[in-house]
């Protein structure tokens, strides 16, 4: 599972980095949760919480369907 989330997150990584940004995968646990680390540009925007939930999280569930939810730590 975290190897298919790594190819999703490649998916949606140009687009941060066009900001300044950059998304970190900390851990994929058994149950489905996806913990990442925003970086650069990402880190501490107020819009970081809305990429993290609009995109990054949309994007890995629809690749990764089993997917529960992605949290940003």
């Known amino acids: ?12 990584r140009p687009n941060l980095q066009a900001d300044g940004g ?3 995968l900390i851990d994929v646990s058994s149950d ?3 913990k990442v680390k925003l970086t650069g540009a990402c880190h501490g925007c107020p819009m970081a919480q809305m990429t993290l939930k609009a995109g990054i999280e949309k994007v890995i569930k629809t690749q990764v369907p089993e997917i529960k939810e992605v949290v940003a730590v």
């Open 1 to 12: 599972m975290k190897e298919k989330v790594i190819k999703a997150l490649d998916l949606i």
């Open 22 to 24: 950059n998304v970190e």
């Open 32 to 34: 489905g949760i996806v």
